[in-house]
């Protein structure tokens, strides 16, 4: 058991990096901007191949030597300690693919006599996807759940709470019973479920990356790519509610050891579930099927200037906060926009602060 639940993360984390490829548009290969006639050239594809060798071998050695390391030393760090080291393989892989496709790209002037268009989806503010409110019922109820069974609990539980375990399972901080102790992670998961309420709804909104060859079809995609990751940001939030609700009945029942397998694979599972969707719907949706549109002779404007690495945006000229990811799922910020770094650094702050208030 313990040796599952060191190395699940990491196996998710190498399936999420070994198919990423995939998953991105596929204009956007290793965050490169390429014409859509480009988008199968054998140079891509050649590059895709070998970092799916590089990531799949060298992930799957690392994988095996932390399961040695973890049935012989017993570690907690094991996980951690993979985690960072699969993240170094991934690294080169996807430096290599990035520059060999750049090179050639500016080599060969693919963009040269290409009419660059920009696209947009105004319905997006006029005519957003509604929200999914049955989705977002099981994260609420178990939240209110986790709150009603704790008040009533709350004159049966010890006088003094274990408030903290470490990552064995074993006590290390005390608490004298009190309502900051007692509801302390009740606080961190309504934070959580506020936050991922207001992502499913923010997610309609935000900039999409459209496809100026078929606008039409790649603003469905779009649609119904947000309202998919809205519904599975909502499960989510709901398998991470069940993992903070055993938590916190943990420690309303005063136990002396903290079994973490049972606390984090709901959690787990639901991060199964983003991948799943991401490998069926792709970033923005681009394998979800469409219908035809008439041909013209536009093309993705060449943006490659705005993103480092292929990663970062930066574009003070863009008014949006969250731009679509070119190498990942989902939305990433514009470090160009003032409010966007500083709701990250708030948001980033957060993050840091609950858990050491909540401990």
Same mark, same amino acid.
């Given at each position: 058991?313990?040796?599952?639940?060191?190395?699940?993360?990491?196996?998710?984390?190498?399936?999420?990096?070994?198919? #990423?490829?995939?998953?991105?548009?596929?204009?956007?290969?290793?965050?490169?901007?390429?014409?859509?006639?480009?988008?199968?050239?054998?140079?891509?594809?050649?590059?895709?191949?070998?970092?799916?060798?590089?990531?799949?071998?060298?992930?799957?050695?690392?994988? %095996? =030597?932390?399961?040695?390391?973890?049935?012989?030393? /017993?570690?907690? &760090?094991?996980?951690?300690?993979?985690?960072?080291?699969?993240?170094?393989?991934?690294?080169?892989?996807?430096?290599?693919?990035?520059?060999?496709?750049?090179?050639?790209?500016?080599?060969?002037?693919?963009? /040269?006599?290409?009419?660059?268009?920009?696209?947009?989806?105004?319905?997006?503010?006029?005519?957003?996807?509604?929200?999914?409110?049955?989705?977002?019922?099981?994260?609420?109820?178990?939240?209110?759940?986790?709150? *009603?069974?704790?008040?009533?609990?709350?004159?049966? #539980?010890?006088?003094?709470?274990?408030?903290?375990?470490?990552?064995?399972?074993?006590?290390?901080?005390?608490?004298?019973?009190?309502? =900051? =102790?007692?509801?302390?992670?009740?606080?961190?998961?309504?934070?959580?479920?506020? &936050? +991922?309420?207001?992502?499913?709804?923010?997610?309609?909104? &935000?900039?999409?990356?459209?496809?100026?060859?078929?606008?039409?079809? =790649?603003?469905?995609?779009?649609?119904?790519?947000?309202?998919?990751?809205?519904?599975?940001? %909502?499960?989510?939030?709901?398998?991470?509610?069940?993992?903070?609700?055993?938590?916190?009945?943990?420690?309303?029942?005063?136990?002396?050891?903290?079994?973490?397998?049972?606390?984090?694979?709901?959690?787990?599972?639901?991060?199964?579930? &983003?991948?799943?969707?991401?490998?069926?719907?792709?970033?923005?949706?681009?394998?979800?099927?469409?219908?035809?549109?008439?041909?013209?002779?536009?093309?993705?404007?060449?943006?490659?200037?705005?993103?480092?690495?292929?990663?970062?945006?930066?574009?003070?000229?863009?008014?949006?906060?969250?731009?679509?990811?070119? +190498?990942?799922?989902?939305?990433?910020?514009?470090?160009?926009?003032?409010?966007?770094?500083?709701?990250?650094?708030?948001?980033?702050?957060?993050?840091?602060?609950?858990?050491?208030? *909540?401990?």
């Amino acid at each position: 058991m313990l040796v599952f639940r060191d190395l699940i993360g990491p196996l998710l984390i190498l399936a999420a990096a070994w198919a #990423m490829p995939s998953v991105v548009k596929p204009t956007v290969p290793f965050g490169v901007r390429v014409p859509a006639e480009r988008a199968h050239d054998p140079l891509i594809e050649e590059q895709r191949r070998i970092y799916r060798w590089w990531v799949g071998t060298a992930g799957i050695v690392l994988v %095996l =030597s932390g399961l040695v390391l973890s049935l012989v030393t /017993q570690q907690i &760090l094991v996980s951690p300690i993979i985690t960072v080291a699969l993240l170094g393989v991934v690294a080169p892989g996807y430096v290599h693919a990035r520059a060999t496709i750049r090179s050639a790209k500016q080599r060969e002037e693919w963009f /040269q006599g290409k009419r660059q268009v920009t696209v947009t989806d105004t319905k997006r503010h006029t005519e957003p996807t509604p929200f999914p409110w049955l989705w977002a019922l099981p994260a609420v109820l178990l939240l209110a759940a986790t709150v *009603v069974y704790g008040a009533v609990r709350y004159p049966d #539980m010890p006088a003094t709470l274990v408030l903290h375990f470490n990552a064995s399972g074993q006590p290390d901080h005390e608490a004298a019973k009190s309502l =900051s =102790s007692v509801f302390g992670v009740v606080f961190l998961q309504t934070g959580l479920t506020a &936050l +991922f309420l207001g992502l499913a709804y923010a997610l309609p909104r &935000l900039k999409p990356d459209l496809d100026p060859t078929r606008p039409r079809s =790649s603003a469905d995609q779009h649609r119904r790519f947000t309202s998919g990751m809205a519904r599975a940001l %909502l499960v989510l939030a709901a398998c991470l509610n069940v993992s903070l609700g055993l938590a916190s009945w943990q420690i309303w029942r005063g136990a002396a050891d903290f079994p973490t397998l049972p606390v984090v694979l709901p959690t787990l599972l639901g991060a199964a579930g &983003l991948l799943v969707f991401g490998l069926r719907y792709g970033q923005s949706g681009n394998k979800l099927p469409t219908g035809e549109e008439p041909a013209n002779d536009a093309t993705e404007r060449d943006d490659d200037r705005y993103w480092k690495l292929g990663l970062f945006y930066v574009n003070r000229d863009d008014r949006a906060v969250w731009v679509p990811k070119r +190498f990942g799922i989902g939305w990433t910020v514009n470090l160009g926009n003032p409010v966007a770094v500083a709701a990250s650094v708030l948001l980033i702050a957060a993050c840091i602060a609950l858990p050491a208030l *909540v401990r």
